[in-house]
Nanobody, 114 residues
């Protein structure tokens, strides 16, 4: 499985961004995909995850502002981020899990200016 994350950028506080994570390879083996983020000097934290049954779970910082969704036909998972805050600044990574492995994308930088 290969993951390609995109959609990051620089946005003002209160703005929105949509991240995309496109999977290729053995995508049928994926049962869960998620978004994580890591700010400088901090541990990587879960932002949102979605299963292949469309069950979702959000980290505390994302609740009410971010929405994870997927397009199974495109093998792509999205993270719609609204009401962005400067503390959302981080590198955002997508991951995909199969029964045997876990795969990570390359990360996309999100910077929110105040």
């Amino acid at each position: 499985v290969q993951l390609q994350a995109s959609g990051g950028g620089l946005v003002q506080a209160g703005g929105s961004l949509r991240l995309s994570c496109a999977a290729s390879g053995s995508t049928r083996s994926i049962y869960m995909t998620g978004w994580y983020r890591q700010a400088p000097g901090k541990q990587r934290e879960m932002v949102a995850i979605i299963s292949n049954l469309d069950n979702t779970q959000y980290g505390g910082s994302a609740k009410g502002r971010f929405t994870i969704s997927r397009d199974s036909a495109k093998n792509t998972v999205y993270l719609q981020m609204n009401s962005l805050k400067p503390e959302d600044t981080a590198v955002y990574y997508c991951d995909a899990r199969t029964t045997n492995s876990r795969y990570w994308g390359q990360g996309t930088q999100v910077t929110v200016s105040s």
